[in-house]
């Protein structure tokens, strides 16, 4: 005992602490620039490298969220005591030096948002639509701190201290989370943040890589003006757990990962920071010291300011402070309010390693090469931080991009997209044609009838309902090459649709996602024509008349498909002997006064979702145009059709998978089978469009409502010539 005693105090005595006076020792402060260390400057790791080498690379969020992403679960403490009470370092004079008050915008920043999708569409480093911690590969790229965390949490214009969040679990029924278990070495969070410090990595010679730092609104430390406000770019310079007996986020003691984050600039002002003395602060001038526990063997900094305790969770002397009183050291449990972090650990500052991955705030402005790219590959999809105004602004226009700071900014950046040649279709039908079976089937509920119609060989797929009976069909024409070829066939409405001056009127519009707290655009672009309507999401809507000509072609092909398969679809009823729901399955042509123009970038899909909106006919047609696609139906996970599912969560496996080529049509037709089923259309190519026509029935709407949708679907005079197959269309019924 008493050697322990004696070797504790000779460990103390190394700091200098004085009980009276615990800063007397801290060196003078240097605040001449001269003095300021070189930053290294180091090669420009650009993210999207990282992203478009990283095939299988793993590229996730963590739920950070439990301290910093904020949401409407976040547990509300009415007793968490104020930023400032749990928080103002006696060690520090504050009265002159700012450092230790919260920051308040003092310029603009660096990069902004509006919304959490542009901060994730715009920024490499946080492509993160939930959660707070960005990784690739389990190392931390960009943090989010959108919320006030831990009471402990403190920000100055260098240094943030911050929970790190995760493990948090439903307490109680209203879906209050707070941590229960000690965190340790297994805590994800915990594991990427460390992954980004220098020699973390398995082959443990990583360089090291910075973390962009991201604060929203909600967090008061950060103060900032915008929604979301790129801080800017930092290290992670120390993690270790935090246990106190009186946490006040629990009322038992639970540890629970730390992390420090230094800005990389550190002898530069923030622009979010006021009257910053601490940039003045040079590297070496504050030293944190760091000791041996005599328990454990294991190093901990001294980083609060009543003495020094072993931070290592697992040894028998963690968090007890040796704190020196009256010149002796005694062993004291500290409670939550009772400490503060040491002026050395606020003030001490790390160079980053030259050879560290450094981080570009400011993405530069996606560039289309037309030798190399076409344009409509999925990078471009992505967003564009404003050259302008930094807004970062989301890829909305099918033609390029506009700054989302409508309000005070104008830029624009169009594009000259390539037009992606059919012979690029036919190679990417060719690969999907020898992966994909014809409609393979993951359940025998449907049935598949082959007909022919018109000369496209035709599949027809039959939907029970419950009781067993048809209630409706998706009838897939198939184009030949020939139809393809026609001078009013797919090839040369697919070519017209990229003519550089057709403007489709084709944008992303907001998505409803249950259970996301954040809007997400859809992944694919659209427009209306004719009737409008609002599917699900709030499309804008051009007059037929004012349509560009392949719209028009396309409303006249959809209604010569839909006169032909209902036709055949009667005959095919009778020979087969099948027993359908005529109330679902009218069997009669409607005539379509409204289409929905889709386009598909690389990688946009439409997810599952029905088309059986209230007014709508019971045939829904689509025409596909370019990149092939793989459409699947399932049954909807209320419908009694299908397996039972155990819980509203689980969803129903799809039951028929079916390829869609360039040239192909798909009829739905039934009501029921859009209230039994939901169908998606996942694209397998660089760019695809679908022009999908309904009947709106507008008899039950206002007068006004009905006028307007009239009006909108008059077509021009001249359509007559653009009739396919010889099908006009009477809209005026
Ligand atoms: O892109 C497609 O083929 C399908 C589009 C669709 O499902 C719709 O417009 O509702
Ligand atoms: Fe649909």
Known sequence: MDIEQSSRKRKLSDLELSDDDPDTSLPAKRPDQELFPEIPVNTVDTFRSDLSGAGDATDFCELFEDNHDNGSDQPTNNTTPAIDDAFTPASIDDSED??????????????????????????????????????IDRVTLGLL?????????????????????????????????????????????????????????????????????????????????????????????????????????????????????????????????????????????????SLECISCGKESKQIYDKGWACLHNTCARAFIFQVVSNGQVEERRLGFNEIQYSAEFLYERTLLPAEATRQDLIPPLPTIDNSISFGTEAEFKRGMVCPLCKCASRRISWHGWKCENTESCNFTHMVQ??????????????????????????????????????????????????????????????????ICAKEDGPDALYMAMQDRNVDLKLERSAARHTGKRHEELCSHFTSNFGAPYKFGVAVKTVAFRDAPEPILRGVSQLSWAQRVSIEDTKSMIEEEGI???????????????????????????????????????????????????????????????????????????????????????????????????EHEVKPKGKLRFAMTSRYIMSNSWSEERRQDTMEKSKLPLDFEKLAYGGVTIDIQS
């Open 417 to 482: 997209t390539r037009p992606y040649p059919l012979q690029e279709i036919a190679r990417e039908t060719r690969k999907v044609k020898s992966r994909y079976k014809q409609g393979s089937f993951t359940d025998s509920l449907v049935k598949c009838y082959d007909r022919l119609l018109e000369g496209y060989a035709t599949q027809v797929y039959t939907f029970p309902d419950e009781a067993g009976q048809t209630c409706g069909t998706a009838i897939v024409l198939r184009a030949t090459e020939e």
């Open 145 to 289: 701190l959108d919320s006030n965390g831990s009471p402990r949490d403190y920000m100055d214009g260098t240094v943030i201290i911050t929970a790190v969040g995760g493990g948090r679990v439903a307490i109680d029924k209203t879906g209050k989370r707070a941590s229960v278990e000690d965190q340790d070495e297994s805590a994800r969070n915990y594991q990427y943040l460390k992954a980004t410090m220098p020699n973390q990595n398995a082959s443990d010679e990583s360089p090291g890589r910075t973390v962009v730092v991201i604060a929203g609104k909600n967090n008061d430390h950060a103060n900032v003006s915008e929604e979301y406000c790129v801080l800017g770019e930092y290290q992670v310079t120390d993690l270790w757990l935090e246990k106190f007996p009186d946490s006040v986020q629990t009322s038992v003691a639970v540890a629970s990962w730390m992390v420090r984050l230094e800005k990389v600039e550190f002898n530069k002002s923030s622009w979010f920071k006021p009257k910053s003395t601490s940039h003045d602060v040079v590297a070496g001038q504050y030293k944190c010291p």
């Open 579 to 677: 027993t359908y729901s005529s109330t679902s399955m009218t069997l009669k042509s409607e005539p379509f006064n409204e289409l929905l123009a889709l386009g598909y970038f690389e990688s946009s899909v439409i997810n599952y979702h029905d088309d059986g909106e209230k007014d709508l006919g019971p045939t829904v047609a689509t025409l596909s145009l370019g990149s092939p696609s793989i459409m699947r139906f399932r049954p909807k996970k209320k419908s009694k059709v299908g397996p039972e599912v155990k819980n509203l969560r689980s969803l129903k496996p799809a039951v028929v998978s079916i390829p869609l080529y360039h040239g192909d049509i798909v009829i739905m037709h039934g009501t029921e089978l859009q209230k039994n089923y």
């Open 98 to 135: 700012t450092a230790y008050s919260s920051p308040v915008a003092l310029q603009h920043p660096t990069v902004w948002a509006k919304t959490r999708s542009a901060l994730c569409d715009a920024l490499p480093y946080f492509r993160c639509h939930e959660g707070g911690n960005y990784h």
